[in-house]
C-alpha cells in the first residue's frame, strides 16, 4: 500500500484537522508521511497546530481507522479521491475550503462539459415544479449533468427529472456514503448509481446530523458551473448554497414567483439583490452561459448556402456555423482569416441584417436559418 497516500487518509482522521489544516500541514513538512515523522516542537510551529493537534499527530492512532476505511471502499466500490489525486474534480479544487478528500461512487464524471446544480425548498410547490421539469426538459438538449442534494422537494425531483430525461445526476451527501437520507430516497440513489452516482466528504457511517450541511452546500457550490435557485423561503439552506455559489463566482440563478407565495420569497429577494439571474426558461440559462442553443439532430453536418452574401461575410458566417460554440472576435478573425478591423465591419452588418446575435464577452453566434435568405440547405 502506498504509505503517503495511508499518511494523508490518516490525517482525516485526526480531530481539529480540516482541510486547509491538512494541505498546510502536508505544505509545511514536505507530504503527508513527513508530517507523521516531524517532531512535536516542528508540528507546533505550524499556523494553527496546538498542543492537543500535535500530540494526536505524533500518537499515530489514527493510522489503524485509515486502513479500515481502505478496506471498507473496496468492499463496497467507492473510490476515495484525495486533494492531491489527479482525478480529484477541478472546479472544486478551485474554491478556498475545498475538501481535501472526496468519497465518490457510481458511474459518475465530475469533469462533464456542462455541471448544473438545482437547489429549493423542502416544501416543493405546484409552480415549483412545473418550473423544474421545463428546466430540466430543455437541460437534456445540452446532456448536462445535474447535481442536488438528494433531499425532500426540490432536490429528489431534480435528481427524478434528470434520470426521466436520461441525464446523469450526482447527489452530494451530508452522510457517509452509506447513509442514505432520507432513507425513502434509496431507491432513486440506486438509480442514481447507474446514470450519475454519490458524493461526500463524510466518513462510513456519518449520520446526517445538521451541521454536516451547510458543509455539503458549499461542495454543490463548488462543483456546478450554474446554480439554479427554484424555490425558496426568506431562509434555508437554498439561499446559504447560493451565497456560496456567488462567492465562488459562480453564475446562480433564481425562477421569479408570487410576492404573495412564501417559497418565493428567496427566490424573489435573490433577484432583487442582483445575487441571481432572473430565469423564466432554459433560454435565460443559455443566454447568461454562453450556452449554444443545440442544433436539431437533423442538420447537424450541414450548413446553409450563403451564395447570396459577400465573399467576406460568407466566411464569417460558416466560420460561426462550423463553431461548436458562440466565437470571439480575436477566434472568429483568426478562423475566417480577416482583420480585426474588417471583421468588426462585417459583424456589424450581419447583426443589422439579423442573421448573427452578439453575446456576452463580445463573441457572436449564428442564427438559423438566415431571416429572409435562402433556407436551402448544402452539405458542408
Known amino acids: ?3 503517503n497516500r495511508l499518511s494523508s487518509i490518516a490525517l482525516h482522521f485526526i480531530p481539529g484537522i480540516g482541510g486547509r489544516t491538512l494541505r498546510q500541514l502536508v505544505t509545511y513538512c514536505g507530504s503527508a508521511q ?10 507546533l510551529q505550524i499556523p494553527g497546530v496546538g498542543p492537543v493537534t500535535a500530540d494526536a499527530i505524533r500518537q499515530g492512532r489514527s493510522w489503524k481507522h485509515a486502513e479500515e476505511e481502505l478496506t ?21 479544487r478551485t474554491i478556498e475550503d475545498a ?5 465518490l461512487q457510481g458511474n459518475l464524471n465530475l469533469e462533464h462539459k456542462k455541471i448544473v446544480a438545482v437547489v429549493g425548498t423542502r416544501r416543493s410547490t405546484e409552480y415549483g415544479t412545473t418550473c423544474l421539469e421545463s428546466l430540466l426538459e430543455g437541460l437534456a438538449a445540452h446532456d448536462a449533468l445535474v447535481l442536488s442534494g438528494l ?16 441525464l446523469s445526476t450526482v447527489g452530494v451527501l451530508g452522510s457517509g456514503i452509506d447513509v442514505i437520507y432520507p432513507a425513502m430516497h434509496s431507491d432513486t440513489a440506486r438509480k442514481m448509481l447507474q446514470q450519475g452516482g454519490l458524493v461526500t ?4 457511517g456519518t449520520k446526517p446530523d445538521a451541521h454536516n450541511f451547510p458543509a455539503r452546500n458549499r461542495i454543490i457550490a463548488g462543483l456546478c458551473d450554474a446554480l439554479v435557485v427554484v424555490e425558496a423561503a426568506d431562509k434555508g439552506g437554498a439561499l446559504i448554497t447560493a451565497d456560496l455559489a456567488n462567492g465562488y463566482f459562480k453564475d446562480v440563478f433564481a425562477y421569479p414567483g408570487s410576492i404573495r407565495q412564501q417559497y418565493s420569497n428567496g427566490c424573489n429577494q435573490l433577484i432583487k439583490a442582483h445575487k441571481a439571474n432572473l430565469l423564466t426558461s432554459v433560454k435565460d440559462l443559455e443566454y447568461i452561459m454562453n450556452w449554444e442553443t443545440p442544433r436539431p439532430v437533423a442538420v447537424m453536418n450541414v450548413a446553409p448556402a450563403y451564395s447570396d ?10 466560420t460561426l456555423w462550423e463553431s461548436a460554440a458562440p466565437l470571439m472576435i480575436d477566434a472568429l478573425s483568426g478562423r475566417s482569416g480577416l482583420p480585426p478591423g474588417q471583421l468588426a465591419s462585417i459583424l456589424l452588418t450581419l447583426e443589422l441584417k439579423g442573421i448573427i446575435t452578439p453575446m456576452p464577452g463580445s463573441a457572436y453566434r449564428i442564427n438559423m436559418p438566415a431571416p429572409g435568405k435562402s433556407a436551402a440547405m448544402a452539405v458542408a
Open 1 to 3: 500500500m502506498d504509505q
Open 34 to 43: 513527513d508530517v507523521f515523522r516531524a517532531s512535536r516542537t516542528t508540528l
Open 72 to 92: 471498507r471502499a473496496r468492499k463496497a466500490g467507492v473510490s476515495m479521491v484525495l486533494y492531491t489525486d489527479p482525478q480529484y474534480p477541478s472546479r472544486l
Open 99 to 103: 475538501p481535501s478528500l472526496l468519497y
Open 151 to 166: 433531499a425532500y422537494g426540490i432536490d429528489i425531483q431534480a435528481h427524478r427529472l434528470a434520470l426521466k430525461y436520461g
Open 201 to 204: 466528504e463524510n466518513p462510513f
Open 309 to 318: 452574401y459577400e465573399p467576406e461575410e460568407q466566411a464569417v458566417l460558416r
